[in-house]
């Protein structure tokens, strides 16, 4: 209860913040998360050139706007000549109110379109409480998601939701492998592993682990995960080589850009485009691996070139 509350508080205090001083609450928030002063004048990691791009290219920038919105997006997607890597768009809604439940296919994704945790997963319509999935989703809608950390690429984005096919085996309960590919001046420097999601049931809370991969798919000691699993062998997807490319032909243009798919077999299926990981503030990127001088953070950043 008591961290809930603390939680809850230190919420309101950034938002706050934000509508006094996006630059502000920056400011603020990677000094609570790093505990040192955040350099937009001068950035080298990682997570300052993310946050100098959130000041400097992704502000006002409405092709920015459109890519992080996962509705418009698609368009996007399509202009670069990849619209058959889209999932299924079932039904677009404005309202939670406006959905029509008995329209649903039996298995489906609804999602907030801007920002990320904003999802559920139904594996079978039938079983699934309408109500409380609709008062979730008008809970998304009140979030005004940007003001959390300034991601201004969210401002201005009306709220809307999605509803997508079901990636996987719903009679399983299984969910995709999510690979997403980390691009910097439009070159895939690593590939990040979301594995062991396992079987989507309710009230379920598996253990996602990360794992970094370079081109070559070697693991790179770039995670707590890589550290603690150093004998683990994540499967090489045979479409690999092939997903690299489409995620690079994506990104052109953008200095910075996570591209990320869902594989399964030979299927390619795009999932969204992100500017801002974790906001901008990885703390665990500020990991040394054993072997290396400088952390993951300054890996990172040093292979970024700003614009």
């Known amino acids: 209860m008591a961290m ?28 609570a998360k790093f505990g040192r002063r955040l350099d937009l004048h001068e950035p080298k990691t990682f997570n300052e050139k993310i946050l100098w791009l959130k000041f400097n290219t992704y502000r006002n920038n409405e092709l920015i706007r459109q890519c992080a919105d996962k509705i418009r997006v698609r368009q996007f997607v399509e202009s670069r000549d990849r619209g058959y890597m889209l999932n299924r768009l079932v039904a677009v809604y404005d309202s939670p109110d406006d959905i029509v439940w008995e329209n649903m296919p039996e298995s489906f994704a609804l999602k907030l379109n801007i920002g990320c945790g904003s999802n559920l997963i139904v594996r079978s319509k039938s079983t699934t409480c ?12 009140k979030g005004n998601y940007w003001l959390n950390y300034a991601e201004l690429q969210y401002k201005g984005v009306t709220p809307r939701l999605l509803v997508e096919d079901y990636i996987g085996d719903p009679a399983a309960g299984s969910l995709p492998m999510d690979y997403k590919f980390y691009c910097m001046n439009g070159v895939c420097r690593y590939i990040l592993v979301c594995a062991d999601r396992g079987v989507e049931t309710e009230g379920s809370n598996h253990s996602v682990k990360f794992f970094f991969m370079d081109r070559d798919w070697n693991v790179m000691p770039f995670s707590p995960e890589a550290l ?3 004998d683990i062998h994540i499967k090489k997807p045979a479409v690999i080589d092939k997903a690299i490319a489409e995620a690079e032909k994506l990104s052109v243009g953008f200095p910075f850009v996570r591209v990320d798919f869902f594989i399964e077999e030979e ?14 503030m990885d703390t665990e990127l500020s990991m040394v691996p054993p072997g290396y001088r400088k952390s993951v953070d300054e890996i990172f950043g040093a292979e970024l070139q700003l614009p």
């Open 4 to 31: 809930s509350f603390k939680n809850n508080l230190a919420r309101v205090f950034r938002r706050t913040l934000t509508r006094i001083s996006p630059v502000l609450n920056t400011r603020v928030c990677y000094r």
């Open 130 to 141: 309408k109500e409380e999935a609709i008062a979730k989703a008008k809970t998304w809608m």
């Open 228 to 230: 603690k699993y150093k």
């Open 267 to 280: 299927r390619i299926i795009f999932g969204e485009l992100t500017f801002t990981p974790a906001g901008g």
